[in-house]
């Protein structure tokens, strides 16, 4: 049986997902979920695109707010906040590390339909032209003292 033929054969006035269980112990209702089909390869090479963009900016967000907790006794934190900050960035590095393994499950899939190369020009196309940067002339400077 199939979602829809379920959705349509469940009279109970909420959804049956993990979402609909969770405001159901709430004591509120939510509404079956439609299925949702996608019928055209570009279509489906779009939503993973997209899927990509948001697992990798999500990833991005987790890895800044770890390494954005303090580290050292220096920084001001006394020993049980740099404890309770070592156990958040353990935490945090842990989804961090779940969303890169579902940023590769994305470009796999991408792969195996052969549209990384096009899904890397359509999603790279949406930065706007004011974030690019370039080097400076003369780039990177030597690290030595000046002769």
């Known amino acids: 049986m199939t979602n829809a033929e379920q959705a349509a054969g469940d009279r109970s006035p ?13 004591g509120g209702t939510a509404a079956p979920e439609a299925p949702f089909v996608i019928e055209h390869r570009e279509a489906l090479i779009y939503m993973l695109c997209e ?4 697992e990798h ?3 991005c967000q987790y890895l800044f707010a770890a390494f954005s907790l303090k580290q050292a006794a220096d920084e001001g934190p006394t020993e049980s906040e740099l404890a309770a900050a070592a156990s958040w960035r353990k935490q945090i590095l842990h989804v961090a590390t779940q ?3 579902h940023l590769a499950l994305v470009q796999n899939l991408l792969c195996c339909r052969s549209a990384s190369r096009r899904c890397a020009t359509s999603c790279s196309s949406s930065v706007p032209r004011a974030w690019t940067w370039t080097m400076p002339a003369g780039w990177p400077r030597s690290a030595g003292p000046s002769r």
């Open 51 to 54: 899927a990509a963009e948001l």
């Open 14 to 26: 909420g959804g049956r997902g993990r979402l609909a269980q969770l405001i159901a112990t709430r």
């Open 99 to 101: 969303e890169m393994l």
């Open 57 to 59: 900016g999500i990833m």
